[in-house]
């Protein structure tokens, strides 16, 4: 599986950001995806996990009523919509498929100015 990550960038808190992410396979629809980040100084944590079918999902305790993740299946894209931006949102973020071995993406910066 292939994960290509575009969006993210520069905002000021209080902000919105998207992410998107779109899978190059034909068994989109078979596997949880999700949106991961990571800070210098810190490890990668879970931010947003959607079920194979969109329905079960999961989120960070500190992101929970401020990030939406959606799937379409249709373009096999997940996107991460983040409002409220704070400045501890700060961080690559990560797409990634449940697959074995898991798939990452790239990688792509969100910042968020003070």
């Known amino acids: 599986v292939q994960l290509v990550e575009s969006g993210g960038g520069l905002v000021q808190a209080g902000g919105s950001l998207n992410v998107s992410c779109v899978a190059f396979d034909v068994g989109f629809m078979v596997y949880d995806m999700g949106w991961y980040r990571q800070s210098p100084g810190k490890g990668r944590e879970a931010v947003a996990i959607?079920?194979?079918?969109?329905?079960?999902?999961i989120y960070l305790d500190s992101v929970e009523g401020r990030f939406t993740i959606s799937r379409d299946f249709t373009k096999k894209t997940v996107h991460l919509r983040m409002n409220s931006l704070r400045h501890g949102d700060t961080a690559t973020y990560y797409c990634c498929a449940d697959t074995s071995p898991s798939a990452w993406g790239q990688g792509i910066q969100v910042t968020i100015s003070s």
């Open positions: 959607s079920g194979w079918d969109g329905e079960r999902i």
